[in-house]
């Protein structure tokens, strides 16, 4: 089994603030820091830091070689990395003094990707490997179509909520990963037992994994459902805390794990990327997160 992510390629401005500028406001910044990030890019080194290979897919613009160094440096497979004409996508960040953020997106490269594209790298792929998709490159529907033809698993993280998300046949996917605001968005209810009891009606095949912040997560399916609480530990950056939790779970599956197991894995994993600046470099390798939860 294969695991595919075609996603977001993002170099992150991140702007540390007091609070998050206000309309019409002007705020000065406390610092400021580039990180690599984008959702494709922290899930996929996530999967390949708990160990799991994993084949990054998606498109980068000219100044895009930090990306490639980066799979170089935590084992991503690049083959079907894209360079193209133009710049890569990025985020400016701001976080503020409680370590809440918000994100502006540019686009970029992302929004580059063609059928064509599609085509040749899903050609690699088949029956019973993984394809990982969040809601930052263009093409999703399209993307789901054809991995869906190909008996692919599609893993969704539907994030950022959007209207471009409407054209997308959810009913295909596998695997919802989303936190309780995108449940709020997916199903208009906003009780986090109503979102999972509401969820499995919609897309009753499917496996659901809700995550509630402060409040921990849950995993639901057709048979079974888990409870896993977070970790506490004082939050220096959230970025990027849900793309660990996303990449170890499905490390976790891939891997063949039972259910608590990988709900705890990621869990201690998202709280260590809490604990850290940055998006990229602050998801933990395996050892770390088996060592951190022999001793919790
Ligand atoms: O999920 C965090 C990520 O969202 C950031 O790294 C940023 O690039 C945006 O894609």
Partial sequence: MKVLNIGSMNLDLVYRVDHIVQPGETEASVSMNTFLGGKGMNQSVALAKAGVEVYQGGMIGEDGQPFLDACAEYGVRADFIRKVEGKSGHAVIQIDSSAQNCILLYGGANQMLTEAYVDEVLSHFGSGDILLLQNEVN??????????????????????????????????????????????????????????????????????????????????????????????????????????????????????????????????????????????????????????????
């Fill in 139 to 296: 093409l999703l529907p399209y993307i789901v179509e054809k991995a869906y033809e190909k008996g692919m698993q599609i893993a969704l993280n539907p994030s950022p909520f959007n209207e471009k998300l409407s054209a997308v046949d959810m009913t295909k996917i596998s695997i919802f990963l989303l936190n309780e605001v995108e449940g709020n968005q997916v199903t208009g209810l906003t009780v986090p037992e109503e979102i999972i009891v509401k969820m499995q009606e919609m897309f009753p095949h499917a496996r659901i994994v809700l995550t509630l912040g402060k409040d921990g997560a849950v995993y639901a399916d057709g048979e079974e459902r888990f409870f896993q609480p977070i970790f506490p530990v004082k939050a220096v950056d959230t970025t990027a805390a849900g793309d660990t939790f996303t990449g170890y779970f499905l490390a976790g599956l891939a891997e063949g794990m039972a259910i608590p197991e990988i709900l705890k894995m990621s869990a201690k994993a998202s709280s260590i990327a809490v604990s850290r600046a940055g998006a990229v470099p602050s998801i933990p390798y395996r050892d770390e997160v088996m060592a951190a939860l022999a001793q919790a």
